[in-house]
Each structure stands twice: as C-alpha cells, then as structure tokens.
C-alpha cells in the first residue's frame, strides 16, 4: 500500500492544490491531505473551516483523506505510515524553499521520499493569499478556486 501526505496551509484550497490532489490520487493508493497551522502565517480561516473545504472539494476522490496536524511533519508522515511527501513547484522561485524542507526532512527522515509534481501552467501563478486579496476586493476568483470555496471567501 502505497500512501502519500500532501501538506499545507490551504487557506484556503485552490484549483491549483485541486490539480495535485487529482493527480495525486491517480499515483498513490491512498493520499491523506493534511492541513497545518503555519505559526508564521496567520490565517483567514480555522483548521475546521479549511479541512471541511477540502473534504468537500477532494468528494470526488475515494482514496482521498483530509486531516489536520501540528508538529513536525516527518513524525506525522511516520504517524501515518506514509513513505512519500507530494509538494508541488509553481516556479522556480519556489525550488529553493522546496529544495532546502526536502533536504532537512529528508536529514531527520531518510526513509521517506519528497515527489514533487510540477504545477499546471494554468495554476502556476496562483497563491491562496492572492486569492484572498482578490476576493477581498470584490475580484472574479471563479477560475482560481472550486465552487464552495467562492461562497466561504464571501461569508468570512
Ligand atoms: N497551487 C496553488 N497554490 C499553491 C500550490 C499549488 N499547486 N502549491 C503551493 N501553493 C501556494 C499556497 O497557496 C501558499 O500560498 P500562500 O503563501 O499565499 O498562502 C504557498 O504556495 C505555500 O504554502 P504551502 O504549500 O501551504 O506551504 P507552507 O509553507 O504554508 O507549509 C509545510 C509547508 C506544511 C509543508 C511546512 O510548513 C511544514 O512541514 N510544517 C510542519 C513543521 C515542520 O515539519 N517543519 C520542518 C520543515 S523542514
């Protein structure tokens, strides 16, 4: 049984996470998405509000779970019982961040690979906190986020 965590902030899930997600799900007997509080973010939505829009938008796919966590990400993976950790690459602005969290988990946890999944251009200049700005000032966010997350962004 192959598993695989994809982690983030996800405030809120966009088209673009949607887009590794899927194809995620396609590669891995079972994905959990697992939603974190950044302590150097300070977030638009609760861990509740984001995991719920998650579960609704990854509906689609059986072998999709969403959770929440805090600590270390590699002691979750190990949790979980997870081998692999899915990021995604946007552009190469995002490589050297990547690139530096691969290595330092990788040096605390050796057994448990980072796939990285090259974005959909479509996605590839999306930022959930643009999507904020966005929504905030009355933009058109219909093509960056699923259904649901439209009508939450209005609400909060
Ligand atoms: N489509 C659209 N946007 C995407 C995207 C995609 N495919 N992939 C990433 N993004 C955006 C996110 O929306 C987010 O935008 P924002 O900054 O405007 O909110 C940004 O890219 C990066 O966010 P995210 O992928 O959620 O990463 P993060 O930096 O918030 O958190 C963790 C990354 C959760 C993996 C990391 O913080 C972690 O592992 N934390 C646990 C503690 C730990 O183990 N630390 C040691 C790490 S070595």
Redesign the pocket.
Known sequence: MKRAIY?????PI????L??ISRTARLFDQVVV?V?R?P??IPRFSLKQRVAMIKQTAAPFPNVAVES?A??????AREKKAQV?V????AVS?FD?EF??AL??RK?APEIETFFLM?DYK??Y???????QISHFGGDISEMVPPGVIDKLKQN
């Open positions: 982690p983030g902030s996800f405030d966009t088209n673009g996470h887009d590794i697992a974190i950044n150097e973010k966590f600590g270390l990400l590699v002691d979750y950790i990021r995604g690459l946007r995002d961040y530096q969290m330092t988990n605390m974005t996605y590839s999306l930022s959930s906190s643009f999507v904020r």
